[in-house]
């Protein structure tokens, strides 16, 4: 069975980097045609799509953030990886990995780490 | 990017009751709409894809319909713990966008 678990710091003061960390079994995340995307939700349940990056490597971000947002992946270790710099309280959110299946949709969910920036 | 505007932000309702759960498209996004579910404290689960097509799990009396701008969620027969927020998402264009939920409560 295909499962995604995050892992993260818990807490960051604002200005700094964050990197959190998608561990995924039951499948590699070099198999074809599946996109693996990170995903968080803000205190008030509004959920933003961050990024993903498909099967080959290809990475696509949101507008809205890609000036300060990194995503990669080690496929030895089937993880891939967020990386957020200055940080402010508005970032604060659980963070989610989730896989976009065939038909682009997020039919994988991890359980979510939450980030909180406070100093 | 295309914004989803769900209506009602709240529906109270009591179990065994049938609701519709609307979401709206600021442009045509074919059937490239899904629905999730998520309660206190979980993950979104995946309920509907592609507007209208069942995922293996999850109960029958969830049905969604629609395509273009206008899209439906409906749950015959609402049970206890069908009780919880309800998203839609689309995947037309990027950046994918997610509606703002309903919220599903108990009268």
């Known amino acids: 069975d295909v499962q995604l678990q995050e892992s993260g710091p818990g807490l960051v003061k604002p200005s700094q980097t964050v990197s959190l960390t998608c561990t995924v079994t039951?499948?590699?995340?070099?198999?074809?045609?599946?996109?693996w995307s990170w995903i968080r939700q803000f205190p008030g349940n509004k959920l933003e799509w961050i990024g993903y990056i498909y099967y080959s490597g290809t990475i696509t971000y949101n507008p809205s953030l890609t000036s300060r947002t990194t995503i990669t992946r080690d496929t030895s270790k089937n993880q891939f990886f967020l990386e957020m710099n200055s940080l402010t309280a508005e970032d604060t959110a659980t963070y989610y990995c989730?896989?976009?299946?065939?038909?682009?949709?997020?039919?994988?969910w991890g359980q979510g780490t939450t980030l909180t920036v406070s100093s | 990017d295309i914004v989803l505007t769900q209506s009602p932000a709240t529906l109270s309702v009591t179990p065994g009751d049938s609701v519709s759960l609307s979401c709206r498209a600021s442009?045509?996004?074919?059937?490239?709409l899904h629905w999730y579910q998520q309660k206190s404290h979980e993950s979104p689960r995946l309920l509907i894809k592609y507007a209208s097509q069942s995922i293996s799990g999850i109960p029958s009396r969830f049905s969604g319909s629609g395509s273009g701008t206008d899209f439906t969620l409906s749950i015959n027969s609402v049970e206890t713990e069908d009780f919880g927020m309800y998203f839609c998402?689309?995947?037309?264009?990027?950046?994918?966008?997610f509606g703002g939920g309903t919220k599903l409560e108990i009268k």
């Open positions: 442009q045509s996004i074919s059937n490239n």
């Open positions: 989730a896989r976009e299946g065939g038909y682009y949709e997020f039919d994988y």
């Open positions: 039951g499948i590699s995340i070099t198999t074809g045609n599946y996109r």
């Open positions: 998402q689309q995947s037309n264009s990027w950046p994918r966008t």
